[in-house]
C-alpha cells in the first residue's frame, strides 16, 4: 500500500519558553522489504537556531533541535508518502516457550534487532508480580512461543478496556493494568511486561495506522494520533513478529513503524528539555490516506 502521511503536533505554552533542547522522532522509517518512505520532510516552527538528523542506535530516524529565542508555540509537521507492504504470514515453526532461552543465548549478535535487548527490564516496563502471574496463568499448555504470544495478545485486548481519558503519558503501566483500562500505550507496555515475564524477547513500536470511517460517513481530516504496538521475537526461525493488542490483531500494512526501542522512553516523538514556568497544552492531528 502507498500511503500519505500528515501530522501536526502543536505545543503551547503558559508562559513564554527562553529557549529549549529536542530530540524527534517524529518520521516513518526504512525497513528493507516492508516499508520505504518515498519522500517526507519535517517542517518546525519557530524555525530552530540548530537542527541536525541523525539514526539512532534502534535504527529510528532522529531530529536534534535548538531553540535559543523566546517562544510559546512550537509547531511540528510530518508530511510522508510512504509505501508499506503486509508482512507474509507465517507459519508457525516456532519452539516450544520452554525452549526458547536456548535460542536467545546461541543468538550470536548484539545489532540493533538482537532478542538480547529485549528481556531485561527497561526504564518503563519492570518486573511485575501482577503481571507475570497474568501472563504465566494465560501461556500455561501453549504449544508454541508464537501460540503464546498470540494469546497474550488476545487476552489483553479482551481484560483491558480502551479509554482515552483513563491514563496519562506518565502513567505506570502497574496502575494501568490495576484498573483494566488505558489506551495503545498501556495495551503495549503490559504485553511487553507480559511477555519478558515468561522469556519472550519483546519491543516497543511507535507510528501511524491507517483507520476507516464507518459505512458511509466520510474521513474526517486530523482525528487521528499516533499509534502504538509490540514486536515479539519468535525464535530463530520466525523472528521478529508484529502485534497490536489495542485492536486484537497481528500488525499488516495498515501499521506504518516510525520508530522502535525497548519501551516508550526509546521512541517518544518529542522529548527534551526547555526554560519556561506554567503548564503547557498539546493538540496533535494525524491522517493516513491510502493512494493505492
Known amino acids: 500500500m502507498l500511503y500519505e502521511v500528515r501530522m501536526k503536533t502543536t505545543y503551547e505554552y503558559a508562559r513564554s519558553a527562553a529557549g529549549g533542547r529536542h530530540l524527534l522522532r517524529l518520521m516513518p522509517s526504512e525497513i528493507s522489504s516492508v516499508q520505504r518512505m518515498v519522500a517526507g520532510v519535517l517542517e518546525i516552527s519557530p524555525q530552530p537556531r ?23 508555540q512550537i509547531e511540528f509537521v510530518v508530511r510522508a508518502r510512504v509505501e508499506r507492504k503486509a508482512p507474509p504470514a507465517p507459519v508457525d515453526v516456532s519452539p516450544p516457550l520452554d525452549a526458547l532461552r536456548t535460542q536467545v543465548e546461541s543468538y550470536r549478535s548484539l545489532g540493533a534487532d538482537a532478542p538480547h535487548h529485549f528481556l531485561a527490564p527497561s526504564p518503563l516496563v519492570s518486573p511485575s508480580p501482577a503481571i507475570g502471574a497474568y501472563a504465566r496463568g494465560i501461556v500455561a499448555g501453549r504449544g508454541s512461543v508464537l501460540d503464546s504470544v498470540d494469546a497474550i495478545n488476545c487476552a489483553i485486548h479482551a481484560d483491558m478496556r480502551y479509554d482515552p481519558e483513563a491514563t496519562t503519558v506518565e502513567t505506570h503501566m502497574d496502575e494501568a493494568f490495576a484498573a483494566r483500562h488505558g489506551v495503545c500505550q498501556d495495551f503495549s507496555h503490559i504485553m511487553i511486561a507480559c511477555l519478558r515475564e515468561v522469556g519472550i524477547p519483546a519491543l516497543y513500536v511507535s507510528g501511524f495506522l491507517r483507520t476507516k470511517p464507518p459505512e458511509g460517513r466520510p474521513r474526517l481530516e486530523g482525528a487521528d494520533a499516533m499509534h502504538a504496538w509490540v514486536g515479539a521475537w ?29 519501551d516508550y522512553s526509546d521512541v517518544a516523538p518529542v522529548k527534551g528539555v526547555l526554560w519556561t514556568a506554567g503548564s503547557q497544552t498539546t493538540r496533535q492531528a494525524v491522517d493516513v490516506i491510502p493512494l493505492d
Open 50 to 72: 540548530e537542527r541536525y538528523d541523525n539514526v539512532d542506535f534502534f535504527g529510528n530516524r532522529t531530529t536534534g533541535v535548538v531553540f535559543a529565542e523566546a517562544h510559546d
Open 234 to 262: 519468535c525464535g530463530t526461525e520466525l523472528g521478529w513478529i508484529e502485534f497490536d493488542p489495542t485492536n486484537d490483531m497481528r500488525v499488516s500494512s495498515d501499521h506504518i513503524v516510525v520508530a522502535r526501542g525497548r
